[in-house]
């Protein structure tokens, strides 16, 4: 395969991974409520990335360090934030009818 083609593609899916926890990240940056966001599921991802990144590191491929150092930084700040708003604000209780 054409190495100019190999190295857009591997681009294209290094930009898609990276951009992909941005909307959550504004959703709820903005709307201060993380309820609905699965901690163990942000969890797991956060230590996927960790991982991804030291394997980076150790084969010495830099452009696999540099889009897994910006998946962790942006999956770390949505499991943040889920620490920060995961629970939602109490109601109080509906009138009884």
Known sequence: MNPILLNALGVLAAVC?????????VKIWREKDASSVSLRMYVVTVTGFALWTLYGVLLKSWPLVGSNIVCLILSAA???????????EARPPAPAR
């Open 78 to 88: 949505v499991l943040v934030l889920k620490l920060k708003y995961g629970k939602p």
């Open 17 to 25: 991974s990276m951009s992909s926890f941005l909307p959550q990240v």
